[in-house]
């Protein structure tokens, strides 16, 4: 059950990573017709990462100790050194970034320059981050998996 | 007919979250060079990264308010491509304080 609680936080992750991909695309060709659907997707974007950092941040308060004392007696401690402490804090600017841009692209994207523009770069702001994100959750599960290796 | 107004909550919200995501760094820097300051909000909520998240959150959430109601409920008024560069510089600036500090201060 920990374990699928971890892929879901994953797989939120991803599902706000596609969705804000779609809004991007979408913003560079805005017209009238993929308004309501950038909204749309907007939101779905900011509900995945909601749901990402809530479950994710249950499991990392209540069972990540755990790994975190493997890791640290493991051949990769740096998995937790640099990449589970900066993860747990960049997500803070990832869950701002997410919940800012259905504020963003409420404007009229097909008829504001602006608004395009901004919402352009808070989405590319979005997808270079949860990429980020992704990256470190590999090394941090990495890390775990090298430890367990290296005791046996 | 293209314009380039922004609504109100979209620039205050885009300052706020310019602030909140450089005192978010700060806020590490903080945290993990004093004791005491990481003490104190373990007690707040029980976890200090509970307190630092919630603590955040807020801050950007009643900032962003704040913001928007000001100037006779109009709003903070900005550029555009002031409001832009300080978004993107404020995060830009956020994450290479929380990334800088542990590759090389901690």
Redesign the interface.
Known sequence: MNELLLMAHVSFGVLCLLATVWVFVDTLQASEANLARIKWLSRLAASAMWLAFLVGGWWYVTLYPADKAIILKGPWPFAHNLFMETKEHLVILLLLLTTYLPIVAAGNLAANKAARKLTLWVAALIVLLALTMEGEGAFIAMGVKVALLAGK | ???????K??IA??LS?AV??VI??LL?VAKEKSPAVQSLMKRLIG?H??T??AG??LL?LVLGWLLAKTNGGQGVKIA?PN??GT??GG?AL??LI??GF??FA?
């Open positions: 007919m293209e314009n380039s107004s922004l609504s909550n979209t919200f885009g979250l909140t995501s978010n760094g590490v976890h990264w509970i630092h998240s955040i959150i950007f555009f409001l832009l978004v993107v995060v956020g994450a929380i990334v542990y590759l901690d």
